[in-house]
């Protein structure tokens, strides 16, 4: 049994929980205004610099948008309206992603259902499939398309990521409604989508036509695949489990911590520390560099595992799983005893080693070409 007690009383006494909410405000702010002077440049700019101006801008956005997820997750404030505020503010009015088909879909779902197939909507990834058990359930058109082309058209489908998740908003919004009628938190999401596509839609279009609507497309396109590129790497190509007994060591078997530099972890919002992220969402993201040394030498004394993968070879490591994940099998999860291992018997790195017997872990197994698997990704102090 994880001692997550003992974990939660070090990082409170390094002072991890405490709120950053003053930071975090003077961050969308300047985002923000980084943001308005994008758009200006979009405006008054000749078309060909404005078409290299959209990654900038769409990274802007994005970095926004983000912001909403620390509000999702009570990371931002002790007062729960300016987390509602927060996540209302970068999600639905600003993104364009409803706040209750997150909060189910992410907070609800993932968090408690990491990598266990057909649990975690993270693995919904139609048309394509993230195992063998969801191919087989696949139309045979879809097959096809598993088999040929899903092991170079996940990141092209990537692009479509942000418009996708806008319709299962608006699914999920439909389905609420039936099932509970029309109340508070439904009319806020609604009121807040209807701002997002007045103030991105409706009035641009009014001053400046079709462009307008190409721009949003175009912009929201490359936001998606930005969404992609801080999401995946963090959960895919590691275990795809059945089920598990043991919630806590699921979040570190199923999550690993993206290495790069201090810079590019600023537009990432403490997305880059899965691990920490998944113990205590409530870790503000401006506390996650300072909890992970903490949490990497607990694990280290509990012999649970603690993954670190370099985050190009983490984006690496998703187009290698994506091309083979149509024909592999979610595996029986459980602790490690499941396999006749005991807690000495992880590595310092965190990494499950072989045991006795000359078996090895399942993750340790080479599912991919010249990959090791997983196990790949080593624990290093970030």
């Known amino acids: 049994m994880l001692d997550i007690k003992g974990l939660r009383r070090e990082l409170t006494e390094a002072g991890i929980f405490e709120k950053c909410e003053g930071r975090t405000w003077a961050k969308l702010g300047f985002l923000f205004g980084v943001l308005a002077l994008c758009i200006a ?21 994005v970095t926004i948008a983000m912001l909403g997820h620390e509000g999702g997750h009570l990371a931002l404030s002790n007062t729960r309206w300016r987390n509602d505020l927060m996540l209302h503010l970068a999600f639905p009015a600003f993104g364009g992603l409803g706040a209750l088909y997150w909060k189910w879909k992410h907070n609800v779902k993932h968090h408690a259902h990491p990598n266990i197939a057909e649990q975690d909507p993270d693995l919904g990834l139609w048309p394509m499939a993230s195992t063998a058990l969801e191919y087989r359930k696949s139309s045979p058109n879809r097959q096809f398309f598993q088999r040929n082309f899903q092991s170079f058209m996940f990141w092209p489908l990537t692009f479509f990521l942000a418009f996708s998740m806008r319709a299962a908003t608006l699914q999920y919004m439909w389905s609420y409604v039936r099932e509970r009628g029309v109340d508070r938190k439904w009319m806020l999401d609604a009121v807040s989508l209807m701002i997002h596509v007045i103030a991105w839609l409706i009035i641009p279009t009014y001053f400046l036509g079709p462009w307008a609507v190409a721009f949003y497309i175009a912009h929201w396109a490359i936001g ?86 370099d985050y190009f070879d983490g984006l690496a490591d998703v187009s290698r799983y994506m091309a083979a ?39 340790k197994q080479p599912i991919f070409p010249n990959l090791p698997g997983p196990s790949a990704a080593t624990a290093t102090d970030p």
């Open 41 to 61: 440049g979009h405006i008054l700019a000749p078309l060909w610099v404005s078409v290299l101006m959209t990654p900038v801008t769409a990274l802007v956005s």
């Open 224 to 309: 998606g695949a930005m969404l992609a590129a801080i999401f995946a790497p963090a959960h895919m190509g590691m275990p795809i489990l059945t089920d598990h007994n043991d919630k806590w060591r699921l979040q570190l078997e199923t999550s690993r911590n993206l290495r790069m530099p201090a810079w590019m972890g600023w537009f990432f919002i403490g997305l880059d520390y899965q691990i920490e992220h998944h113990l205590f969402p409530r870790i503000p993201h401006q506390k996650m560099s300072m909890a992970a040394p903490i949490v990497r030498r607990w694990a280290a004394r509990q012999g649970a595992p603690y993954f670190v993968v």
């Open 325 to 363: 994940a149509w024909k592999l099998d979610a595996q029986e999860g459980d602790s490690p005893e499941k396999w006749g291992l005991k807690g000495s018997e992880w590595n310092s790195a965190g990494v499950w080693i072989e045991p006795t017997d000359g078996k090895v872990s399942w993750w």
